[in-house]
Protein backbone atom coordinates (compact mmCIF):
# COMPACT_ATOMS: atom_id res chain seq x y z
CA UNK A 1 0.00 0.00 0.00
CA UNK A 2 3.06 2.01 0.39
CA UNK A 3 2.93 5.76 2.13
CA UNK A 4 0.19 7.60 0.21
CA UNK A 5 -2.90 7.40 2.12
CA UNK A 6 -4.10 6.03 5.49
CA UNK A 7 -5.10 2.70 5.66
CA UNK A 8 -8.22 3.80 7.69
CA UNK A 9 -9.26 5.81 5.36
CA UNK A 10 -8.36 3.81 1.61
CA UNK A 11 -11.56 1.37 2.08
CA UNK A 12 -13.38 3.61 4.21
CA UNK A 13 -15.76 4.21 1.10
CA UNK A 14 -16.51 0.31 0.98
CA UNK A 15 -15.87 -1.30 4.21
CA UNK A 16 -16.13 2.05 6.44
CA UNK A 17 -14.30 1.26 10.15
CA UNK A 18 -15.18 4.51 11.39
CA UNK A 19 -13.97 5.63 15.28
CA UNK A 20 -16.09 8.58 15.20
CA UNK A 21 -19.46 9.82 14.21
CA UNK A 22 -20.51 12.88 14.15
CA UNK A 23 -24.48 14.11 13.60
CA UNK A 24 -23.76 17.71 12.01
CA UNK A 25 -26.34 20.27 12.72
CA UNK A 26 -26.22 24.46 12.48
CA UNK A 27 -25.38 24.11 16.37
CA UNK A 28 -22.26 22.21 15.96
CA UNK A 29 -19.47 22.18 13.48
CA UNK A 30 -16.62 20.36 12.45
CA UNK A 31 -14.26 22.44 14.32
CA UNK A 32 -16.45 22.56 17.57
CA UNK A 33 -17.20 18.37 17.19
CA UNK A 34 -13.08 17.95 16.77
CA UNK A 35 -12.53 19.61 20.17
CA UNK A 36 -14.92 18.71 21.75
CA UNK A 37 -13.69 14.60 20.80
CA UNK A 38 -10.28 15.63 21.77
CA UNK A 39 -11.09 17.09 25.41
CA UNK A 40 -13.25 13.88 25.86
CA UNK A 41 -10.10 11.76 24.76
CA UNK A 42 -8.07 13.32 27.02
CA UNK A 43 -10.55 12.96 29.71
CA UNK A 44 -10.95 9.34 28.96
CA UNK A 45 -7.06 8.95 28.57
CA UNK A 46 -6.34 7.12 32.22
CA UNK A 47 -8.75 4.65 31.51
CA UNK A 48 -6.61 3.61 28.67
CA UNK A 49 -3.25 3.88 31.12
CA UNK A 50 -4.78 1.92 33.65
CA UNK A 51 -7.52 -0.54 32.48
CA UNK A 52 -7.12 -2.52 29.15
CA UNK A 53 -8.61 -1.09 26.51
CA UNK A 54 -8.95 -1.54 23.04
CA UNK A 55 -10.52 1.59 21.92
CA UNK A 56 -12.94 4.50 21.66
CA UNK A 57 -15.35 5.22 19.79
CA UNK A 58 -17.73 8.57 20.26
CA UNK A 59 -20.85 9.16 18.45
CA UNK A 60 -22.30 12.08 18.55
CA UNK A 61 -26.41 11.59 17.83
CA UNK A 62 -27.50 15.22 18.25
CA UNK A 63 -26.01 18.33 19.89
CA UNK A 64 -26.38 17.69 23.36
CA UNK A 65 -25.90 13.91 23.64
CA UNK A 66 -22.75 11.83 23.03
CA UNK A 67 -22.56 8.07 23.43
CA UNK A 68 -18.83 6.52 24.55
CA UNK A 69 -18.37 2.93 23.66
CA UNK A 70 -15.64 1.75 25.67
CA UNK A 71 -13.98 -1.74 24.22
CA UNK A 72 -12.73 -4.21 26.28
CA UNK A 73 -10.54 -7.96 25.00
CA UNK A 74 -12.82 -10.94 25.62
CA UNK A 75 -10.46 -13.49 27.68
CA UNK A 76 -7.82 -15.05 25.17
CA UNK A 77 -6.05 -18.36 25.92
CA UNK A 78 -4.67 -21.53 24.99
CA UNK A 79 -3.12 -24.49 26.45
CA UNK A 80 0.20 -23.90 25.07
CA UNK A 81 0.68 -20.38 24.81
CA UNK A 82 0.50 -17.20 27.42
CA UNK A 83 -3.08 -15.96 27.73
CA UNK A 84 -5.03 -12.57 27.73
CA UNK A 85 -7.57 -12.65 30.90
CA UNK A 86 -9.70 -9.55 31.46
CA UNK A 87 -12.99 -10.21 33.59
CA UNK A 88 -14.71 -6.71 32.93
CA UNK A 89 -17.92 -7.83 35.20
CA UNK A 90 -15.93 -8.60 38.38
CA UNK A 91 -16.05 -6.01 41.41
CA UNK A 92 -12.44 -5.36 41.91
CA UNK A 93 -12.59 -4.10 38.00
CA UNK A 94 -15.99 -2.17 38.76
CA UNK A 95 -14.01 -0.43 41.65
CA UNK A 96 -11.36 0.16 40.26
CA UNK A 97 -13.28 1.93 37.49
CA UNK A 98 -15.83 4.08 39.75
CA UNK A 99 -12.34 5.36 41.92
CA UNK A 100 -10.53 6.72 38.22
CA UNK A 101 -10.37 10.07 38.42
CA UNK A 102 -11.23 10.48 34.62
CA UNK A 103 -14.66 9.12 35.85
CA UNK A 104 -15.33 11.16 38.51
CA UNK A 105 -14.29 14.07 36.19
CA UNK A 106 -16.70 12.98 33.40
CA UNK A 107 -19.25 12.80 35.86
CA UNK A 108 -18.53 16.39 36.85
CA UNK A 109 -18.46 17.17 33.00
CA UNK A 110 -22.33 15.97 32.63
CA UNK A 111 -23.34 18.48 35.79
CA UNK A 112 -21.66 21.42 34.15
CA UNK A 113 -22.06 21.17 30.57
CA UNK A 114 -25.14 20.86 28.63
CA UNK A 115 -23.40 17.87 26.63
CA UNK A 116 -24.37 14.35 28.52
CA UNK A 117 -21.76 11.85 28.34
CA UNK A 118 -23.07 8.17 28.41
CA UNK A 119 -20.29 5.71 28.94
CA UNK A 120 -20.88 2.07 27.65
CA UNK A 121 -18.99 -0.86 27.89
CA UNK A 122 -18.65 -3.43 25.18
CA UNK A 123 -16.72 -6.89 25.32
CA UNK A 124 -16.17 -8.33 21.92
CA UNK A 125 -17.69 -11.55 21.05
CA UNK A 126 -15.12 -12.89 18.41
CA UNK A 127 -11.68 -10.67 19.75
CA UNK A 128 -9.08 -12.47 17.04
CA UNK A 129 -11.35 -11.32 14.01
CA UNK A 130 -10.42 -7.40 15.88
CA UNK A 131 -7.00 -6.08 14.64
CA UNK A 132 -7.07 -4.31 17.71
CA UNK A 133 -7.29 -7.20 20.29
CA UNK A 134 -4.13 -8.85 18.75
CA UNK A 135 -2.30 -5.28 18.63
CA UNK A 136 -3.00 -5.10 22.40
CA UNK A 137 -1.83 -8.75 22.74
CA UNK A 138 1.59 -8.13 21.22
CA UNK A 139 1.92 -4.80 23.00
CA UNK A 140 1.35 -6.31 26.19
CA UNK A 141 3.49 -9.04 25.82
CA UNK A 142 6.52 -6.53 24.35
CA UNK A 143 6.09 -4.81 27.87
CA UNK A 144 6.54 -7.98 29.44
CA UNK A 145 10.28 -8.35 27.81
CA UNK A 146 9.53 -11.21 25.77
CA UNK A 147 11.31 -12.31 22.68
CA UNK A 148 9.77 -11.19 19.18
CA UNK A 149 10.52 -14.47 17.91
CA UNK A 150 8.46 -16.04 21.07
CA UNK A 151 5.36 -13.61 20.08
CA UNK A 152 4.92 -14.41 16.69
CA UNK A 153 4.74 -17.77 17.66
CA UNK A 154 2.34 -17.32 20.01
CA UNK A 155 0.10 -15.09 17.94
CA UNK A 156 0.17 -17.90 15.24
CA UNK A 157 -0.78 -20.33 17.49
CA UNK A 158 -3.58 -18.33 18.47
CA UNK A 159 -4.71 -17.56 14.76
CA UNK A 160 -4.78 -21.14 13.79
CA UNK A 161 -6.03 -22.68 16.86
CA UNK A 162 -9.07 -20.42 17.42
CA UNK A 163 -12.83 -21.25 16.13
CA UNK A 164 -12.19 -18.31 14.46
CA UNK A 165 -9.74 -19.07 12.07
CA UNK A 166 -12.13 -19.68 9.40
CA UNK A 167 -13.08 -16.26 8.90
CA UNK A 168 -9.82 -14.74 8.77
CA UNK A 169 -7.88 -14.93 5.32
CA UNK A 170 -4.88 -13.54 6.20
CA UNK A 171 -2.71 -11.47 8.42
CA UNK A 172 0.61 -9.24 7.86
CA UNK A 173 2.54 -7.75 10.66
CA UNK A 174 5.22 -5.72 11.14
CA UNK A 175 7.22 -4.61 14.08
CA UNK A 176 10.24 -2.29 12.91
CA UNK A 177 12.50 -0.31 15.72
CA UNK A 178 15.47 -1.18 18.10
CA UNK A 179 14.56 -5.10 18.46
CA UNK A 180 16.63 -6.99 21.03
CA UNK A 181 18.65 -3.78 21.52
CA UNK A 182 21.21 -3.69 18.82
CA UNK A 183 21.85 -0.73 17.75
CA UNK A 184 20.93 -0.81 14.12
CA UNK A 185 17.10 -0.60 13.54
CA UNK A 186 15.51 -3.74 11.98
CA UNK A 187 12.10 -5.21 11.10
CA UNK A 188 10.23 -8.78 12.15
CA UNK A 189 7.24 -9.22 10.02
CA UNK A 190 4.82 -12.28 10.33
CA UNK A 191 2.24 -13.55 7.06
CA UNK A 192 -0.55 -15.99 7.55
CA UNK A 193 -2.71 -16.53 4.43
CA UNK A 194 -3.41 -14.04 2.02
CA UNK A 195 -3.30 -10.12 2.70
CA UNK A 196 -4.30 -8.30 -1.06
CA UNK A 197 -3.30 -4.61 0.31
CA UNK A 198 -3.56 -3.38 -3.43
CA UNK A 199 -6.89 -4.17 -3.99
CA UNK A 200 -10.24 -2.59 -2.59
CA UNK A 201 -12.66 -5.00 -3.30
CA UNK A 202 -12.06 -7.48 0.32
CA UNK A 203 -12.12 -6.39 3.67
CA UNK A 204 -9.13 -5.37 5.60
CA UNK A 205 -8.55 -3.95 9.01
CA UNK A 206 -6.23 -2.35 9.99
CA UNK A 207 -4.39 -1.17 13.83
CA UNK A 208 -1.03 0.66 14.16
CA UNK A 209 0.65 1.43 17.69
CA UNK A 210 4.00 2.18 19.08
CA UNK A 211 5.88 1.19 22.35
CA UNK A 212 8.36 2.72 24.38
CA UNK A 213 11.34 0.56 25.48
CA UNK A 214 14.59 0.98 27.52
CA UNK A 215 16.39 0.81 23.79
CA UNK A 216 13.95 3.15 22.06
CA UNK A 217 10.64 3.56 20.13
CA UNK A 218 8.94 0.20 18.52
CA UNK A 219 6.40 0.85 15.65
CA UNK A 220 3.65 -1.95 15.15
CA UNK A 221 1.50 -1.96 11.82
CA UNK A 222 -1.19 -5.44 11.63
CA UNK A 223 -3.35 -5.87 8.99
CA UNK A 224 -5.96 -8.16 9.23
CA UNK A 225 -8.03 -9.87 6.34
CA UNK A 226 -11.43 -11.07 6.83
CA UNK A 227 -14.25 -12.46 5.03
Known amino acids: MGQKVSSLSFRSRTFPYYKNIWQFSKDLTYKHNL ?13 IDNLDILGIRIKFYNKFYI ?4 ILPKSLSTSSTSSLYLNPLSL ?42 L ?5 SQLKKGEPIRKILKQLSQFILGSREVSS ?26 NVPLQTLNYQIKYSSSSIKTSYGTL ?8 Y
Not at 67 to 70: D, F, M, P, T
Not at 135 to 139: C, G, K, V
Not at 186 to 192: F, G, V
Open 35 to 47: NLSLYIKTLVQEL
Open 168 to 193: IGGLKLLISGRIGGIQRARKESLLIG
Open 92 to 133: KYLNTLLNLKSVRQLKEFNKISKYKVSINFCVLKEPLLNPEI
Open 67 to 70: KLNI
Open 219 to 226: GIKLWLFT
Open 135 to 139: NYFIT
